[in-house]
């Protein structure tokens, strides 16, 4: 409840002070609107909105599911197989120096410019962190148990179902929050580049005509989706790591200080 309420006062502070800049500099809607201007930007389109919105959530979603499987797998490769093990976490690395940006025309040529280009954008983004984590999980866990397990005779499949999969799942969900915000992010280059739908596309026609109440619209709604999409990974992360409270550094932070 504290968060909510922290989250509210946070939300009020930003628009009385958007509203304030805008009131005091005198300045024009084309450059900067008010918050009123983009609440009635939102309401008068709000049908196109929403579907654009479901767009760009469901490209999202499917990167990061993408994503989280592939990462989970690469992160059980590299910390189970020690001669493959290496040689995948370079591959990863090498494809996270690639500009996913300069990926994107190649995708589109590839696939057209229907959704999967989008969701690929997604999943390279998004993986990385999952793999990153998930590894420091499976690594710790190995550290801290390993010799347990192996003293009380569990099988290697039987110690990694027990053990090591569910001690790591706290790490792999520390990456899947991180992930699923640059799923978004993904999704929304896509279509930047090659999209005929998604707040992506929407915003960057609504740019082009200097349609800026729109665009600001566009922005608030990617940043709303971004927040959902992040409270629906947390909340999923309660229901499965019952054993331990979610927290990130910010709100561990605030809740003991």
């Known amino acids: 409840m504290r968060r909510w309420r922290d989250l509210g006062i946070a939300v009020v502070v930003v628009f009385l002070t958007w509203l304030l800049v805008v009131w005091a500099f005198d300045i024009p809607r084309y450059v900067l609107p008010g918050p009123a201007a983009v609440l009635e930007a939102i309401h008068e389109r709000r049908a196109e909105l929403v579907e654009h919105t ?12 993408v994503g989280a499987a592939f990462g989970t797998i690469s992160a059980i490769v590299i910390t189970s197989f020690r001669r493959l093990g290496p040689v995948v976490h370079s591959l990863l690395v090498w494809s996270q120096v690639v500009p996913k940006i300069a990926l994107v025309p190649i995708f589109v040529v590839w696939f057209g410019f229907g959704l999967w280009p989008k969701i690929l954008i997604a999943f390279l983004i998004a993986f990385f962190p999952i793999v990153i984590d998930t590894t420091a999980g499976l690594v710790s866990v190995e550290r801290d148990f390993g010799r347990l397990t192996r003293a009380l005779g569990a099988g290697p499949l039987h110690a990694f179902l027990k053990i090591r999969l569910p001690g790591a799942l706290p790490y792999f969900f520390s990456g899947l929050k991180v992930a699923i915000t640059l799923a978004v992010v993904g999704a929304v280059l896509g279509e930047f580049m090659g999209g005929e739908r998604g707040l992506g596309y929407l915003l960057q026609s609504a740019s082009a005509r200097l349609d ?15 927040f959902v999409m992040f409270e629906a990974v947390e909340l999923l992360e309660r229901l499965v790591v019952r054993w331990q409270k979610p927290a990130g550094p910010i709100r561990a932070a605030t809740e003991t200080g």
């Open 212 to 226: 800026t109440p729109l665009t600001f619209a566009c922005v608030l709604l990617l940043s709303a989706l971004g």
């Open 54 to 65: 479901a767009v760009t959530g469901g490209e999202a979603l499917l990167g990061i599911t």
